[in-house]
C-alpha cells in the first residue's frame, strides 16, 4: 500500500452544505470524505465505467480523508491541519480569567496543524499553555445570484455562500491506493476530470474548481523532502500503531465494531448524511437518498477501525455507495 497527499487550491472558492442543513446561505470550509469519495467515484464511473474501483475501494486499498486545510508559510514550508480530536479531559473548575479564555479558544478552534497536535493534547491534561495556531485560512462571502426560470417567468434572486482561500491557502486529502502503479495514473487522470467538473454546490458558476499539486509520498520512513515538520508527523502517524487512532474520514462502524465503541473508552461525533441524488440513470428527477449517521472525523477509537461501504439507494435504478472506510492516524494521547 501506498499514501500520497495532494494539495488542491480553489480558484474561485467553494460551497460544501452544512451537516445541518443544504441552505445556500451556509458553507462549510472543509469536504467530509464521503462526499469526496462519491465526487471521484462518479468521475471514475465517466471514463472507466466498470466495477475495478468498488473492488479495489472494498478491499480498503483504496481509502481517502476529509479535504482538510493547509497554509504555506514565509518560510516555504506548509502546515498540514488535523481536525480537532474530540476529547475533553475534565479539570477542575477555572480558577483564573487566563483559563476560560483558553477553553473559549479550544470551542472556537476546528484544526490543529499536525505537530501542535501534542501540545493541544498536553494543554487538554494540565489546561496550560494552549499552542499558537494559525487558521486564518481565508474568510466565507455571500453572493448573489439570478435563478432563471425555464418556463419564462420572472428571474429570482438567490445567495450563496462560498468560501475564498488565501492565497497560501487550500485544501489537501490524502489517499491510499494498491502498489500497482497504473492506479496512480488511473486515480491522476480522476482527480484531473474532477478539477475541470468541481466539488460541491454551484459548480456551473465556477466554485469547486481546483488546481492539484504533485504529490507527496508517505512510506512511513524518514525521508529527505520534509515540506514542514507536520507532513513529517503525519508521514510517521499513518504507519504508528497505537494505543488510540485519530480518524481522518468520515466513518461507518461494522457490526462488530459497534460493539467495540460501546465497550471501549472512545471519543466521536454523529454527523447525518443525507440529501438527493442527481444522476438521470439513478431516476428522472432527483430522488433522496437513504439517511445515514456516521462518525465524523475528529473521532478518536481504542481500536484500528476498518469501516464498511454503505449502499443508500432507497427507490432508483443503481446502486449509491457511500464510503465509510477511514483513514486514520495512530497516535499518542496519554491525556485520558
Same mark, same amino acid.
Given at each position: 500500500?501506498?499514501y500520497?497527499?495532494? /494539495?488542491?487550491? *480553489?480558484p ?5 452544505? @452544512? ?9 462549510m470550509?472543509s ?5 469526496? %469519495? ?7 464511473? #465517466? ?6 474501483l468498488? /473492488?479495489?475501494?472494498?478491499? !480498503? ?6 479535504l482538510l486545510? *493547509? ?6 514550508? @506548509? ?16 480558577k483564573?480569567?487566563?483559563?476560560? &479564555? ?22 487538554l491534561?494540565? !489546561?496550560?499553555?494552549?499552542? =499558537?495556531?494559525?487558521?486564518?485560512? !481565508?474568510?466565507k462571502?455571500?453572493y448573489?445570484?439570478? $435563478? ?16 475564498? *482561500? ?18 496512480q ?8 476530470s474532477?478539477?475541470? @467538473? ?6 456551473n ?11 507527496m ?5 524518514? *525521508? ?8 513529517? +508527523?503525519?508521514?510517521?502517524?499513518? +504507519?504508528?500503531? =497505537?494505543?488510540? %487512532? ?7 462502524? #461494522?457490526?462488530?465494531?459497534?460493539? /467495540?465503541?460501546?465497550?471501549s473508552?472512545?471519543? +466521536? ?10 444522476s ?6 432527483a ?10 472525523? !475528529?473521532?478518536?477509537?481504542?481500536? $484500528?477501525?476498518?469501516? /464498511? ?8 435504478k443503481?446502486?449509491? +455507495?457511500?464510503?465509510?472506510k477511514?483513514? &486514520?492516524?495512530?497516535?499518542k494521547?496519554?491525556?485520558?
Amino acid at each position: 500500500m501506498s499514501y500520497l497527499l495532494y /494539495k488542491l487550491r *480553489f480558484p474561485n472558492g467553494i460551497h460544501i452544505g @452544512t451537516a445541518s442543513g443544504n441552505t445556500l446561505e451556509e458553507t462549510m470550509m472543509s469536504v467530509y470524505s464521503d462526499t469526496f %469519495y462519491s465526487a471521484i467515484f462518479n468521475e471514475y464511473m #465517466k471514463i472507466y465505467n466498470d466495477d475495478e474501483l468498488y /473492488k479495489i475501494s472494498e478491499a !480498503g486499498e483504496f481509502l481517502v480523508s476529509d479535504l482538510l486545510p *493547509f497554509k504555506e508559510k514565509e518560510d516555504m514550508s @506548509t502546515d498540514f491541519y488535523l481536525p480537532k480530536p474530540f476529547i475533553s479531559v475534565p479539570r477542575e473548575e477555572e480558577k483564573n480569567e487566563k483559563e476560560v &479564555v483558553d477553553r473559549k479558544k479550544v470551542k472556537a478552534t476546528n484544526f490543529i496543524p499536525a505537530d501542535k497536535l501534542g501540545e493541544y493534547l498536553t494543554f487538554l491534561k494540565t !489546561g496550560k499553555n494552549f499552542p =499558537e495556531i494559525d487558521d486564518d485560512f !481565508g474568510k466565507k462571502e455571500l453572493y448573489t445570484k439570478n $435563478k432563471v426560470s425555464l418556463q419564462n417567468e420572472d428571474t429570482k434572486l438567490y445567495n450563496i455562500e462560498v468560501f475564498k *482561500f488565501n492565497e497560501k491557502s487550500g485544501l489537501y486529502f490524502i489517499v491510499k491506493l494498491p502498489e500497482d502503479n497504473e492506479w496512480q495514473e488511473i486515480f491522476e487522470n480522476i482527480l484531473e476530470s474532477l478539477s475541470l @467538473t468541481g466539488i460541491g454546490g454551484k459548480r456551473n458558476s465556477g466554485f469547486g474548481q481546483f488546481i492539484s499539486e504533485d504529490p507527496m509520498f508517505f512510506d512511513g520512513e524518514d *525521508f529527505d523532502a520534509i515540506e514542514s515538520e507536520s507532513d513529517a +508527523y503525519i508521514n510517521k502517524a499513518l +504507519y504508528s500503531d =497505537e494505543e488510540k %487512532y485519530l480518524s481522518l474520514s468520515s466513518y461507518s462502524p #461494522k457490526i462488530e465494531e459497534i460493539e /467495540k465503541i460501546k465497550e471501549s473508552e472512545n471519543y +466521536y461525533q454523529l454527523i447525518k448524511r443525507s440529501g438527493f441524488v442527481n444522476s438521470s440513470l439513478y431516476s428522472e428527477q432527483a430522488e433522496k437518498r437513504k439517511q445515514v449517521y456516521m462518525l465524523s472525523s !475528529g473521532s478518536v477509537l481504542s481500536f $484500528k477501525p476498518e469501516g /464498511k461501504i454503505l449502499d443508500l439507494n432507497l427507490h432508483g435504478k443503481h446502486s449509491i +455507495y457511500r464510503m465509510g472506510k477511514p483513514i &486514520v492516524l495512530g497516535v499518542k494521547i496519554w491525556v485520558i
